[in-house]
């Protein structure tokens, strides 16, 4: 069965250091994927996609994700965290179906952010 | 330029009872998608209106229903509600027919408390 699976729960990070943030997925061929942050009380923003190309994807607020496909994973992260990056963060695939969205979203890893 | 926005903020209801949630998609998108978020978990999928039909589901039964008006607003409408359907409720749209490569906006979510 299809499914993405975001490994740490909960991660800790001082304000400064780097952020990787694990995803893996199991599907029968590469989907697209996708980071999702949500804020508390907030809905999800998109922070990059990838579908095809470059394996390294830049996003907005200084996030990058690389695509691996050996390793079937598609980690998020950031060379400098700032508080502000405090927040949940969700992984999201959709089957490359050629048709139309039924996006799988990942249990998620919240962010905590100390000075 | 409005993005996503959903109606009501919160909603308490008992069970057994029905709720009707609303969405209206950012503008110039024609096509709305309906996530339930437990708490701690990812988002999963509902299901996606495209020209006021139902296109996809996800594992969810028949008491969730839906609706997409003309305008391309939608509800999600919920009968004989459970405990179990407390949940943070996302609509996200998107343009282009909801084709898999396009960007899904979310709104905020309604939240939704069965006592």
């Known amino acids: 069965a299809q499914s993405v699976t975001q490994p740490d729960i909960h991660i800790t990070v001082s304000e400064g250091a780097s952020l990787e943030l694990r995803c893996n997925y199991s599907y029968g061929a590469t989907p697209y994927l996708f980071w999702y942050v949500q804020s508390p009380g907030q809905g999800l923003q998109l922070l990059l996609k990838y579908f095809s190309g470059d394996t390294l994807v830049q996003g907005i607020k200084g996030f990058e994700a690389e695509f691996k496909r050996s390793q079937s994973s598609f980690n998020l992260r950031k060379p400098s965290v700032h508080w502000s990056d405090a927040a949940e963060y969700f992984c999201a695939v959709v089957p490359f179906s050629g048709g139309y969205q039924k996006v799988t979203f990942g249990t998620g890893t919240k962010l905590q952010v100390i000075p | 330029d409005a993005g996503v926005t959903q109606s009501p903020t919160h909603l308490i209801k008992t069970r057994g009872q029905q709720v009707t949630l609303r969405c209206s998609p950012k503008?110039?998108?024609?096509?709305v998608s309906w996530y339930q978020q437990a708490l701690g978990q990812g988002p999963q999928f509902i299901f996606q209106?495209?020209?006021?039909?139902?296109?996809q589901r996800g594992n969810f039964p028949d008491r969730f229903s839906g609706h997409q008006f003309p305008n391309y607003s939608s509800e999600l409408n919920v009968n004989a509600l459970l405990l179990g359907d407390s949940a943070l409720y996302l609509c996200?749209?998107?343009?282009?027919?909801?084709?898999?490569?396009?960007?899904?906006?979310f709104g905020p979510g309604t939240r939704l408390t069965v006592l």
């Open positions: 996200a749209s998107s343009s282009e027919r909801g084709a898999s490569t396009d960007t899904q906006y």
């Open positions: 209106y495209y020209e006021e039909e139902e296109r």
């Open positions: 503008s110039g998108h024609d096509t």
